[in-house]
T-cell receptor
Framework: AQRVTQPEKLLSVFKGAPVELKCNYS??????LFWYVQYSRQRLQLLLR??SRESIKGFTADLNKGETSFHLKKPFAQEEDSAMYYC??????????FGTGTSLTVIP | DTGVSQNPRHKITKRGQNVTFRCDPI?????LYWYRQTLGQGPEFLTY????????KSRLLSDRFSAERPKGSFSTLEIQRTEQGDSAMYLC???????????FGPGTRLTVL
């Protein structure tokens, strides 16, 4: 069975500090992993996906199959990064499984 | 095209009533997803369409839930004989099979009294 775990419900960091949002998954097949973000009063939107291997808004995430993790990282947090972040896994049947989310607050 | 739209945005109903929600995807998107989200949880997959075909349906979905996507355009999600446990945000998302990036709608918040 597929499962996505985000161990931190709340995370607070100071502006300019590094931030890491943790995501672990379980899936027997070859997963596609995504990070979605929801800013206050806005819709859920895609932040990045592992197959693109790109940096969006300074965020990166590396898929570690050995540790079954897909942690989201940013070296210097900004106030506008404050949002709800969801890690998601897509299986081969095009079903998406989301974690419970981490609420990030960047303190000025 | 202003993105994925959902109607109504809010629905309050009494237990036992039937409700229907509508989702209009981005016009060129052939894939459409329905999710349910309760407080403190992430979106929970309900069902998925590719064009008009319903390809996947969550095992968690009871027989009271049904979804359609006639002609592969808009979709409706119906809940029959609503229960208080059905109270949640119902999200719709669409994507193209080429890029697979999901675009979410604003959601329909259902409250069952």
């Amino acid at each position: 069975a597929q499962r996505v775990t985000q161990p931190e419900k709340l995370l607070s960091v100071f502006k300019g500090a590094p931030v890491e949002l943790k995501c672990n998954y379980s899936y027997s097949g070859s997963p596609e992993l995504f990070w979605y973000v929801q800013y206050s009063r806005q819709r859920l939107q895609l932040l990045l996906r592992h197959i693109s291997r790109e940096s969006i808004k300074g965020f990166t995430a590396d898929l570690n199959k050995g540790e079954t993790s897909f942690h989201l990282k940013k070296p210097f947090a900004q106030e506008e990064d404050s949002a709800m972040y969801y890690c998601a896994l897509k299986n081969t049947g095009n079903q998406f499984y989301f974690g419970t989310g981490t609420s990030l607050t960047v303190i000025p | 095209d202003t993105g994925v739209s959902q109607n109504p945005r809010h629905k309050i109903t009494k237990r036992g009533q039937n409700v229907t929600f509508r989702c209009d995807p981005i016009s060129e998107h052939n894939r459409l997803y329905w999710y349910r989200q309760t407080l403190g949880q992430g979106p929970e997959f309900l069902t998925y369409f590719q064009n008009e075909a319903q390809l996947e349906k969550s095992r968690l979905l009871s027989d009271r839930f049904s979804a359609e996507r006639p002609k592969g355009s808009f979709s409706t999600l119906e809940i029959q004989r609503t229960e208080q446990g059905d109270s949640a945000m119902y999200l719709c998302a669409s994507s193209s099979s080429r890029y697979n990036e999901q675009f979410f709608g604003p959601g329909t918040r259902l409250t069952v009294l």
